[in-house]
Nanobody, 121 residues
Framework: QVQVVESGGGLVQPGGSLRLSCAVS????????MGWYRQAPGKERELVAG???????IFADSVKGRFTISRDNAKNTVYLQMNSLKPEDTAVYYC???????????????WGQGTQVTVSS
């Protein structure tokens, strides 16, 4: 009914860059906020960056100045540009979309399967 598909993860050296993409499709009436979360081994899932429908953004303190988030509403896609990557950024990154879906009452959160980001030399 709804597909949330991340791409762009991989292995990168410290100081490098990666761009994650998240494409959302399905029986969607409307989008609200979208965002990226991450979960490292042994840790809880945490918000990395979020963006509202009006493109207001929020970032975790640990990524401010290094990561940017953007969205293309025409393509139902959200992006996470990650620069100056550090080993502590290593985690599985998950896309989240707050959606109003045909046949479902109210906005609800939908998640992707996650994409691995590994920062290592």
């Amino acid at each position: 009914q709804v597909q949330v598909v991340e791409s762009g993860g991989g292995l990168v050296q410290p100081g490098g860059s990666l761009r994650l993409s998240c494409a959302v499709s399905g029986n969607i009436v409307s989008f609200n906020a979208m965002g990226w979360y991450r979960q490292a081994p042994g840790k809880e899932r945490e918000l990395v960056a979020g963006i509202t429908r009006e493109s207001r953004t929020i970032f975790a303190d640990s990524v401010k100045g290094r990561f940017t988030i953007s969205r293309d509403n025409a393509k139902n896609t959200v992006y996470l540009q990650m620069n100056s990557l550090k080993p502590e950024d290593t985690a599985v990154y998950y896309c989240n979309a707050e959606l109003l879906v045909i046949g479902v009452a109210g906005y609800r959160d939908y998640w992707g399967q996650g994409t691995q980001v590994t920062v290592s030399s």
